[in-house]
């Protein structure tokens, strides 16, 4: 038998706490840079294989200055952004239509069943056949990229507004194109912005993919021309462009959700 | 303008194609100006009949009428709705003006109409907030507000404060209370308390469960404007009583057969 005593209670859940570490994050990004240019300063690995980060940086510089890379950079905004808009607003306007009437659910749905699994760069020799082979069929291929995760999106969006909502904005006198613009399309914001990272992701794919098969210019092109002459820091200096593009075009949009739905963020 | 609910009947058809009654003939009157209570247990069809006289539901049969005099452009219901329906993506002044917006009313009119209801409903100073950053019973004034804004003939109330805790009910209902002797729309108030009913309306109307028929009327007899001390008063206590004793056998057959 033991005597009275007094026992302190202890955090015993203190190792379930999640601090942000936000040097180690920094650190973590630094440390592979610097572990890289370490391997190939040492020489383990000849240039050929893996250039040196500061030897891409150098390159980058390069090709600003004689403006190589502003040709190929705004060649691939341009279709990017053209089929980006084009995409996102057929989607939108689709998952709206889809989501909201019931007689455009049941002739959209079907198809966009049928049709949302075909890999859409298999349709690029198609659209070629179509359009040429300028710059329309290289658009078409990112809408077309992009129109899918919208309309999907789109229509979840729609499908999900509240129906105590629609009856309240109904109960204030709204009529259908009312209801769409004020309760319907307001719901479907955090699910269109899902659908626009997503369909962001898609459309850089894409971008690249087209470049790869029919073109002179872009980051696509860029990185396969390079290739094929075994340049490389160039084939590097394409891929970090286009990751900074996707980095670019996440940002963009997480900032215009912020203010598009600031209600989710107050 | 005067409510007149005409043997009102509906009944919904389940999945399985049997035929539910929620109402059942239906008769009662709203005279402008007036306080109604409709009251009873869970299961009753009071929503429905809500419903079905703001118009967002068909009645099986008979009708909801209107008549009177009508001002230009007012609609004839406008809704308070239980777990309070504000648009998330709306300010509390963009909520308030809602209904407004639908009635094209002029910006002047409608800024002024917006400011009324606002400071009517104690909202002053959270005009820029949104739903979510207010407590339970804000948001439910920006209901209130939302709803006498469009100065409706009758202003239907489904249970508005059920979603509330106990103190801020009362509190609400006081200054709902206070609100309808300055605006004297007429009000068809929805809910299964009884005190609450008593306290507010100037009849109460209690329903039968399912399928809901109106059992009896019952005028209460208290001095306006109303105050809390008045539920010790004979008359209130004679009030509550009276719709218990109507209402306690169809509650308890609801208990028993597990539906309440």
């Known amino acids: ?266 | 303008m005067r409510v007149i609910v005409d043997r009102l009947s509906k009944t919904y058809r389940d999945r399985g194609g049997q035929d539910l009654a929620a109402l059942e003939e239906i008769a009662l009157t709203v005279e402008p100006e007036e306080f109604v209570a409709v009251l009873g247990p869970s299961g009753c069809g009071k929503s429905t009949l809500l419903g079905i006289m703001a118009g967002l539901l068909p009645a099986t049969s008979g009708q909801v009428f209107f008549e009177g005099e009508r001002r230009d452009g007012q609609p004839l219901t406008a809704t308070v709705f239980q777990e309070f329906a504000l648009f998330p993506w709306r300010t509390v002044r963009g909520n308030v003006e809602f209904g407004l917006e639908e009635l094209e009313a002029a910006p002047a009119e409608r800024k002024e109409r917006v400011a009324r209801f606002i400071a009517m409903t104690g909202l002053e100073g959270f005009e820029a907030k949104f739903p979510h950053q207010l407590s339970g019973g804000m948001r439910q004034r920006v209901g209130i507000a939302r709803a006498l804004a469009v100065d409706p003939a009758v202003l239907l109330m489904d249970e508005p404060f059920s979603a509330l805790d106990a103190q801020t009910r009362t509190l609400m209902m006081e200054e709902l209370l206070g609100i309808w002797e300055r605006t004297r729309t007429s009000i068809v108030y929805v809910t299964h308390n009884i005190q609450e009913a008593v306290y507010m309306a100037d009849r109460v109307v209690v329903l039968s469960r399912r399928p809901g028929r109106v059992i009896d009327v019952v005028p209460v007899e208290l001095k306006r404007p109303r105050h809390e001390g008045q539920m010790g008063e004979p008359a209130f206590v004679h009030a509550a009583e009276r719709i218990w004793g109507l209402i306690k056998t169809q509650a308890q057959a609801a208990l028993r057969e597990g539906r309440a």
């Open chain 1, 1 to 266: 038998m033991s005597g009275p005593s007094r026992v302190a209670v202890q955090d015993r859940a203190a190792f379930l706490r999640r601090p942000e570490h936000r040097l180690l994050r920094v650190a973590a990004l630094a440390g592979l840079l610097v572990l890289w240019e370490a391997l190939t300063r040492v020489g383990w690995i000849p240039a050929l294989f893996l250039p040196s980060p500061v030897g891409v940086l150098r390159e980058l510089g390069e090709m600003a200055v004689s403006g190589q890379l502003f040709v190929h950079v705004g060649a691939s905004l341009r279709r990017l952004v053209l089929g980006f808009a084009a995409g996102a607003a057929a989607g939108v306007a689709v998952g709206v239509l889809t989501g909201f009437f019931a007689r455009a659910e049941a002739v959209g749905q079907p198809l966009i069943a049928a049709t949302f699994p075909i890999p859409k760069i298999a349709l690029l020799p198609l659209l070629i056949l179509w359009l040429g082979i300028g710059e329309p069929s290289k658009v078409a291929v990112i809408a077309l990229g992009v129109f899918f995760p919208m309309a999907i999106n789109t229509y979840a969006g729609v499908r999900e507004a509240d129906p105590l909502l629609v009856r309240a904005a109904v109960a204030f006198g709204a009529g259908r194109w009312s209801v769409i613009r004020k309760v319907i399309l307001p719901s479907a914001l955090p699910m269109i912005f899902a659908g626009l990272k997503l369909g962001a992701g898609t459309a850089l794919l894409l971008l690249v993919a087209a470049e790869m098969i029919a073109a002179e210019s872009g980051i696509g092109f860029l990185v396969l021309h390079a290739g094929n002459i075994m340049d490389t820091t160039k084939l590097m200096v394409g891929i970090v462009v286009l990751s900074l593009l996707g980095l670019l075009s996440h940002w963009a949009l997480a900032r215009c959700e912020r203010l598009a739905v600031p209600w989710r963020f107050t």
